[in-house]
């Protein structure tokens, strides 16, 4: 008998192939049967009218602390999602030295935007190496989660303060044996960052940052040792140089590995940008290495505020004055005198001069009665009813709200040129849609939304891929790339993580801050519409819209629940794939 049978759903394989009405059979949290089912159930779901697809998969999230408080890792489940990956950027919470947890969790509060209250009250800091953290997290957790290395934790565990510094020999050694114990206990692979926006608690570059091409590529050799493990990386911010592609492919060469990096956007007013960011998988391409693009399905709307000071640390002269304490950086930015030197530096803002468009700033939330009036205007219409400048009226009503004041930026690439570009490359296979980034930056960005963004604006809205291609993007393609064993398909034998949702409705919710952090702290939130059930193992994680208070995930170790996915491997099932659908 079976556990539980979807009757009559119109079936999208994960494939790209075409859809076909059928049912699935699950048994043991496996599937069993699809097409025509006979066999009697326990629990029959009637699903006509809904898309039956395989779960999402996330490969690019921030979960490492939000599953100590928050096992269903919401809103993801929402959106269709089954599995995700953390521990990227470089930003894992393990291993941890004696010294080092104080550091990760101030770190993190500044490089990731997680509330420093949260962090204390909510996470217990108490396991030492990776396997430690992930035996804590075993039973906890709704989706499937697996977690990289991230290449600042094992910089600060083996070198304590002196990370602003080029590792010896010896600390290379260290650190190489530490990666080593990290993915043999399961760890997924290896993360880091050079990007010079990522700093720590205190303002300075996070460890990884000082690390040189040959660490770097060391660490990759050990990659290459151990099963089923992968490479993520960021490179810069801003386009790449020639030595940037050099050690990417270098990186990809030493692990045998495909290495994922984050993060491309794509905009039509310089489309050149977006040629010169994919060539790299040109140019490890030319060298047997595999690289490949991480970019979101969906405008980067930035939600942003001088409380957190995140983007606006970045602006020319900016960063003292957002490192200061609340109490006086609210004094400094009353100050008129500050005031004059921050706008004018603001001005040499360069590629992200779309912070200081202070006109066309739109006030997204805000907190007090008296300025529930302003949501949705532009900086610009405000500041003429008010006769003062753009600047100075940004400042007046974030400081009558304690700084907490939501601003949104005008998005880059929300044009017909910009959509018309991103149809033209979501197939390419030097990139790969996703990254939600979801579990940080939770005052800021909204693409945890991305796969129903996908599905509601990209597909049914735009019709710029068929619903087929873009549930591919969401499930086969990430799975492929990571060599998730059993997921990313709806096979005979597959793991039953599946999403059913409505094509006619499908897409993310109302963006509003919710307050359910530990300690009281916010974030953005977003339910969906149209993501009507969710299964993890069979067992239902979203039940009718809203979740249920089931944790049916598997916490996923290398090895067991991945296979080694090489560079020559990948591009063979990248072709066996292509030339099936």
């Not at 949260?118 to 430690?132: A, C, I, M, T, Y």
């Not at 050079?194 to 590529?217: C, F, M, Q, Y």
Request: hydrophobic content about 40%; aromatic content about 6%.
């Amino acid at each position: 008998m079976l556990d539980l049978l979807i009757r009559a759903g119109s079936v999208v394989d994960g494939t790209g192939r075409a859809r076909f009405t059928g049912d699935v059979g699950i048994r043991d949290g496996r599937i069993v049967c699809v097409g025509g089912v006979d066999e009697a159930a326990r629990e029959t779901l009637d699903a006509a009218g809904l898309v039956v697809a395989p779960g999402f998969i996330d490969i690019h999230t921030h979960y490492d602390a939000q599953v100590f408080w928050d096992g269903s890792l919401s809103p993801s489940p929402l959106h269709g999602v089954t599995t995700v990956i953390g521990g990227n950027c470089g930003f894992s919470i393990a291993p941890l030295s004696d010294q080092s947890g104080d550091y990760m969790m101030r770190m993190l509060a500044r490089v990731e935007a997680m509330p420093l209250e949260s962090l204390r009250e909510g996470v217990p800091w108490n396991w030492r190496s990776f396997g430690e953290y992930l035996d804590c997290l075993e039973g906890r957790v709704g989706p499937n989660a697996g977690f990289l290395v991230g290449h600042s934790a094992l910089r600060r565990h083996v070198m304590g303060a002196r990370t602003d510094q080029p590792a010896s020999p010896g600390d290379i050694d260290a650190m190489s044996a530490l990666l080593s114990k990290s993915l043999a206990a399961g760890g997924l692979g290896f993360s880091s960052s050079l990007a010079a926006a990522h700093a720590d608690g205190d303002g300075n570059p996070v460890p990884s940052r000082a690390a040189t091409p040959e660490e770097i590529v060391a660490l990759c050799r050990v990659v290459g040792a151990h099963p089923g493990t992968t490479l993520e990386f960021i490179a810069s911010i801003g386009l790449f140089e020639e030595s940037d592609m050099a050690l990417m492919s270098d990186m990809s060469l030493a692990a045998d590995r495909p290495l994922n990096w984050n993060v491309l956007v794509i905009d039509g007013q310089i489309p050149e940008n977006a040629a010169r960011q994919l060539s790299a998988g040109d140019y490890a391409r030319k060298r047997g290495a595999t690289v490949v693009a991480l970019t979101p399905p969906m405008l980067m709307k930035l939600r942003i505020n001088l409380r957190s000071g995140l983007l606006f640390e970045l602006l020319p002269g900016w960063g003292e004055t957002m490192a200061l304490p609340l109490d006086q950086r609210m004094k400094a930015l009353a100050d008129p005198d500050t005031r004059l030197r921050l706008e004018a530096s603001a001005r040499d803002a360069g590629l992200i001069s779309f912070v200081s468009d202070w006109p066309n700033v739109l006030v997204d939330e805000t907190f007090e009665a008296e300025n529930e009036k302003l949501r949705g205007r532009t900086i610009g219409a405000i500041a003429a009813e008010r006769g003062v400048s753009a600047f100075d009226a940004l400042l007046d009503i974030s400081l009558s709200e304690g700084l907490r004041t939501s601003f949104l930026p005008r998005a880059a690439g929300d044009d017909e040129a910009s959509w018309k570009l991103r149809a033209e490359l979501w197939n390419d296979d030097r990139l790969l849609l996703g990254g939600s980034d979801a579990g940080a930056h939770l005052d800021m960005i909204d693409t945890f939304t991305c796969s129903t963004s996908l599905l509601g604006e990209c597909v049914r809205e735009r019709g710029l891929m068929s619903l087929e291609t873009a549930v591919a993007h969401l499930t086969t393609r990430p799975a492929r790339l990571l060599g998730l064993r059993g997921r990313g398909r709806i096979e005979v034998g597959g793991c039953a993580d599946l999403s059913l949702f409505d094509p006619a409705t499908v897409g993310p919710g109302e963006i509003h801050t919710r307050y359910d952090l530990p300690a009281g702290a916010g974030r953005l939130y977003a339910e969906s519409t149209g993501i009507e059930h969710v299964f993890v193992g069979g067992v239902a994680l979203v039940s009718n819209g809203r979740l249920t208070e089931a944790l049916p995930g598997r916490i996923l170790r290398s090895g067991r629940d991945t296979r080694t996915v090489t560079n020559a491997s990948l591009r063979r099932e990248n072709d066996q794939l292509e030339s099936s659908v």
